[in-house]
T-cell receptor, first 114, second 110 residues
Framework: DARVTQTPRHKVTEMGQEVTMRCQPI?????VFWYRQTMMQGLELLAY????????DSGMPKDRFSAEMPDATLATLKIQPSEPRDSAVYFC????????????FGPGTRLTVL | GQQVMQIPQYQHVQEGEDFTTYCNSS?????IQWYKQRPGGHPVFLIQ?????EVKKQKRLTFQFGEAKKNSSLHITATQTTDVGTYFC??????????FGSGTQLTVLP
């Protein structure tokens, strides 16, 4: 059955290193979201794309984070340089039509920055 | 901006007891959605409510959308250990984006 895939599932890196997380949305979905989940902050929206165009990235620290959709089957979230406070689970989700419809979440990437 | 508050943050119940989580928005919503996240898992969509005063049921789960479309609740009757997880509400506002609540973490004691 169709599902959102994310790679890697786990990533341990040292402070200052670049981290790239990848997401393959469900085929045919035209909205893609990146969320960050921590115990303290809960589920935070980082970026939102519709038809591959970024619509909202106000939740994303601009100095070190970047999100792109090079094509309809791939979304990327990059952190450069990474910091210990970036340690979290990063979820990608996809959906249809608009940002207020049902979202299908991927399994997440658990990032640990030492 | 739109804020969605959810209470309680944590709830421990004995198996068989009922459970309710509440969600309140600072603005009127076009729809509200509920998601469940099992420990170590990812959020999974449960339901969407659109109409004022709407009530929907899924087996032991009852979802309500307030008359003013600013609040919602999820009630679980006779909890089971399989109900363990975090329940999130997510409200859709005028910007047609979802804002997730902070979630209620449910623990069911056998």
């Amino acid at each position: 059955d169709a599902r959102v895939t994310q790679t890697p599932r786990h990533k341990v890196t040292e402070m200052g290193q670049e981290v790239t997380m990848r997401c393959q949305p469900i085929l045919g979905h035209n909205t893609v979201f990146w969320y960050r989940q921590t115990m303290m902050q809960g589920l935070e929206l980082l970026a939102y794309f519709r038809n591959r165009a970024p619509l909202d990235d106000s939740g994303m620290p601009k100095d070190r984070f970047s999100a792109e959709m090079p094509d309809a089957t791939l979304a990327t979230l990059k952190i450069q340089p990474s910091e210990p406070r970036d340690s979290a689970v990063y979820f990608c989700a996809s959906g249809l039509l608009a940002g207020d419809n049902e979202q299908f979440f991927g399994p997440g990437t658990r990032l640990t920055v030492l | 901006g739109q804020q969605v508050m959810q209470i309680p943050q944590y709830q421990h119940v004995q198996e068989g007891e009922d459970f309710t989580t509440y969600c309140n928005s600072s603005t009127t919503l076009s729809n509200i959605q509920w998601y469940k996240q099992r420990p170590g898992g990812h959020p999974v969509f449960l339901i969407q409510l659109v109409k004022s005063g709407e009530v929907k049921k899924q087996k032991r789960l009852t979802f309500q959308f307030g008359e003013a479309k600013k609040n919602s609740s999820l009630h679980i009757t006779a909890t089971q250990t399989t109900d363990v997880g975090t329940y999130f509400c997510a409200g859709a506002g005028s910007a047609r984006q979802l804002t997730f609540g902070s979630g209620t973490q449910l623990t069911v004691l056998p």
